[in-house]
Every structure is written in C-alpha cells, then in structure tokens.
C-alpha cells in the first residue's frame, strides 16, 4: 500500500487591517463585539480581518467596529454614513450588549435603506440552524441537506 503524506497547514490571516483606498467605491462598517470565545488574541474573530481586507482589495473602505450598548449612537451614525453592514456577532451574552437593542438598531437601519448582512428579522425568519435546510432546494442549495434536532431524528436518518 502507498501512504500519501499530506502536510496540513492552519490557515493563515493578515492580521493587519490592509490601507483603506484614497477613493472608496462604497464603505462598509463590519460590526464585532468584544469577548466571547470566538475571538482571537488581537480582539477580532479569526476571519473579521481578512473580509475587511476582501472588501478593501475590491476599491471599498471597511472599517472594523466594536458594538457596545454605550456606543450605539456612534455605531447608528457610523452605519449611516456607510452603504451597509456586515454582522460578526453571534446571538448570545456579551459585557455591556443587550441582545434586543442591538437587534432594533440593526433592523432599523436596514428598514431605512442600508444593506445589512444579515438582518437580525432575516436571521430570525432563517434560523441560524436551519438556514441550509430551508435554502435545500433552490440552485444555490444542496437537497441532501437534512437538520436533526433530537437523537432520535438522528439515528433514524
């Protein structure tokens, strides 16, 4: 028998925030929060970085910023002077966030005509689990997509 040898390499990011362009296409504003166990050692999630690099490299300003309920105003004023949002903020207990007003301010901004990816609405109405389940169907989807939700469902396939 022949044994491959196959070398895994952790997968690498810039850690730095690459310059932002002179003359911008369009600007987006990539929400994080701080804490949680998702987060690596300079603060941001593992792959918040290199989005906003993608972004950068593509003629857009992405700016990287931190949501706390004491800076909602500054984050309302920075969304509005941007073409939209990403999210990187999983649903859940962060120091000095509460969960329903970052919710309402994220809706509200899409309800007044700012990109948001993704609406907290349009979370709720996908489920974070269920998202690849409902999409199975459409072209972008894959029909052998299946959610379990107990263990029996599971060992029944």
């Not at 859940?92 to 609405?121: H, R």
């Not at 389940?133 to 894959?142: A, N």
Request: hydrophobic letters at 35%; glycine letters at 8%; aromatic letters at 6%.
């Amino acid at each position: 028998a022949v044994k491959a040898s196959v070398d895994f390499k952790a997968p690498t990011r810039l850690s730095t925030l690459s310059p932002q362009p002179d003359e911008p296409a369009g600007k987006i504003v990539l929400l994080e929060c701080r804490g949680g166990s998702d987060k690596e050692t300079d603060g941001h999630r593992l792959d918040s970085i290199p989005i906003c690099n993608a972004i950068i490299k593509q003629g857009w300003e992405c700016t990287p910023m931190y949501y706390t309920d004491a800076d909602y105003d500054k984050v309302e004023a920075a969304i509005m002077e941007s073409d939209g949002y990403i999210c990187r903020i999983n649903p859940g207990k962060y120091e000095g966030v509460t969960q329903s007003k970052l919710d309402a301010l994220l809706n509200d901004v899409v309800q007044k005509g700012k990109k948001g990816m993704s609406s907290p609405e349009a979370m709720q109405k996908m489920g974070a689990k269920d998202a690849l389940v409902k999409i199975k169907d459409l072209e972008c989807g894959l029909s052998c997509t299946a959610a379990y939700y107990n263990m029996e469902q599971l060992v029944a396939g």
